[in-house]
């Protein structure tokens, strides 16, 4: 019982999020012909009235259409498992997130497990050794990593190491004359185009691990049975493991599920910046745009994952952690 009404609150939030996100995509300042009228003329150097014509005949959109009716469509769809249509790309979303997911989610993982394994071990470190100068210097760092916005510190990668240094590629996610596919080349290509997000990513999410480990195993490092395992004379390593790090990482652990589900929504800023073809390059190209359709589709896409995981999260957390139990 007690699971159904998970499930039921998790529903009806998917719910309230689907039709405020619908209302709000579509109340934003601007107009989708306006804005795509403006880039043209810049673009060809014509008048906006020009421009505004030739918007009108790429645009497959109708503005006429009454909300209430699109917004009882884009339910329909979504309940066939449609997203809706890019109303600029011409191309249904669920193409568009089948070919942006895998950049994202290859990203993503990647600086994800980086940062949680790398954030972790040093928050048990400085728990460990808190009376110890590794504390400060550790804790200050990551506070400065977790404070920093992520796109000041793509910025300063990409400035430096892409186009002074020229060591990696300023845009892209592979070399334009390579051949797609499963060859060395490629994969090079692939891997090199990737380190930067990667970094960007890491460097940003590896302070939060790190004070979340380092608060979670002082609170452990007070509890009776850390005492016990000292006075038993246990090894340090072993108490390490088998005692603070089991224990102080559940928080983590719930966390860790949480952000997996934010892993579709990638991030606007860094994609943008590094002209990564992501689902956050998407993102921003239809918000910039006014592209209704694919904005609304990532909107609930991204919401569906983040809850979804929450709610594995909570069902999980019950479980790892035995003095919890769901009730029956």
Same mark, same amino acid.
């Given at each position: 019982?007690?699971?159904?009404? !998970?499930?039921? +609150?998790?529903?009806?939030?998917?719910?309230?999020?689907?039709?405020?996100?619908?209302?709000? +995509?579509?109340?934003?300042?601007?107009?989708?012909?306006?804005?795509?009228?403006?880039? $043209?003329?810049?673009?060809?150097?014509?008048?906006?009235?020009?421009?505004?014509?030739?918007?009108? *005949?790429? @645009? !497959?959109?109708?503005?006429?259409?009454?909300?209430?009716?699109?917004?009882?469509?884009?339910?329909?769809?979504?309940?066939?498992?449609?997203?809706?249509?890019?109303? =600029?790309?011409?191309?249904?979303?669920?193409?568009?997130?089948?070919? *942006?997911?895998?950049?994202? #989610?290859?990203?993503?993982?990647?600086?994800?497990?980086?940062?949680?394994?790398?954030?972790?071990?040093? &928050?048990?470190?400085?728990?460990?050794? !808190?009376?110890? /100068?590794?504390?400060?210097? #550790?804790?200050? $760092?990551?506070?400065?990593?977790? *404070?920093?916005?992520?796109?000041? #510190?793509?910025?300063?990668?990409?400035?430096?190491?892409? %186009?002074?240094?020229?060591?990696?590629?300023?845009?892209? *996610?592979?070399?334009?004359?390579? +051949?797609?596919?499963?060859?060395?080349?490629? /994969?090079?290509?692939?891997?090199?185009?990737?380190?930067?997000?990667?970094?960007?990513?890491?460097?940003?999410?590896?302070?939060?691990?790190?004070?979340?480990?380092? &608060?979670?195993? %002082?609170?452990? =490092?007070?509890?009776?049975?850390?005492?016990?395992?000292?006075?038993?004379?246990?090894k340090e390593r072993r108490i390490i493991v088998s005692y603070l790090g089991r224990?102080?990482?559940?928080?983590? #652990?719930?966390?860790?599920?949480?952000?997996?589900?934010?892993? =579709?929504?990638?991030? @606007?800023? +860094?994609?943008?910046?590094?002209?990564?073809?992501?689902?956050?390059?998407?993102? &921003?190209?239809?918000?910039?745009?006014?592209?209704y359709g694919l904005m609304q589709g990532l909107f609930f896409l991204t919401a569906?994952?983040? $809850?979804?995981?929450?709610?594995?999260?909570?069902?999980?957390?019950?479980?790892?952690?035995? !003095?919890?139990?769901?009730?029956?």
């Amino acid at each position: 019982m007690h699971y159904l009404r !998970r499930v039921f +609150v998790a529903v009806l939030t998917m719910l309230i999020v689907t039709t405020l996100t619908f209302f709000l +995509v579509h109340s934003l300042p601007g107009d989708v012909f306006q804005v795509v009228a403006h880039r $043209i003329a810049q673009q060809q150097s014509i008048s906006f009235e020009e421009a505004y014509l030739q918007a009108k *005949a790429l @645009i !497959r959109y109708d503005p006429d259409v009454p909300m209430g009716q699109q917004f009882v469509t884009y339910v329909k769809g979504l309940l066939k498992g449609d997203l809706g249509t890019s109303i =600029l790309y011409h191309e249904s979303v669920n193409k568009i997130v089948v070919k *942006a997911v895998p950049w994202t #989610v290859f990203v993503l993982s990647v600086s994800l497990s980086l940062a949680f394994a790398i954030g972790s071990l040093l &928050g048990m470190a400085i728990a460990w050794k !808190r009376k110890t /100068i590794l504390d400060p210097i #550790v804790t200050t $760092i990551a506070s400065i990593t977790d *404070a920093m916005p992520d796109y000041v #510190v793509a910025l300063v990668l990409l400035v430096v190491f892409a %186009v002074n240094l020229r060591w990696f590629p300023t845009k892209g *996610a592979y070399d334009s004359g390579t +051949v797609a596919g499963f060859n060395l080349p490629y /994969i090079l290509g692939v891997l090199k185009h990737a380190v930067l997000p990667v970094v960007v990513y890491t460097l940003q999410g590896l302070g939060g691990w790190a004070l979340l480990m380092k &608060g979670s195993a %002082v609170s452990v =490092l007070g509890e009776d049975y850390i005492q016990a395992a000292r006075a038993r004379g246990l090894k340090e390593r072993r108490i390490i493991v088998s005692y603070l790090g089991r224990n102080a990482m559940l928080p983590s #652990v719930t966390a860790l599920a949480m952000c997996l589900g934010g892993l =579709l929504g990638g991030s @606007i800023l +860094v994609e943008v910046i590094f002209a990564y073809p992501g689902l956050g390059w998407f993102f &921003g190209n239809a918000v910039s745009l006014r592209d209704y359709g694919l904005m609304q589709g990532l909107f609930f896409l991204t919401a569906a994952a983040v $809850i979804t995981a929450n709610l594995l999260a909570d069902l999980l957390y019950s479980r790892l952690d035995p !003095r919890i139990r769901t009730e029956e």
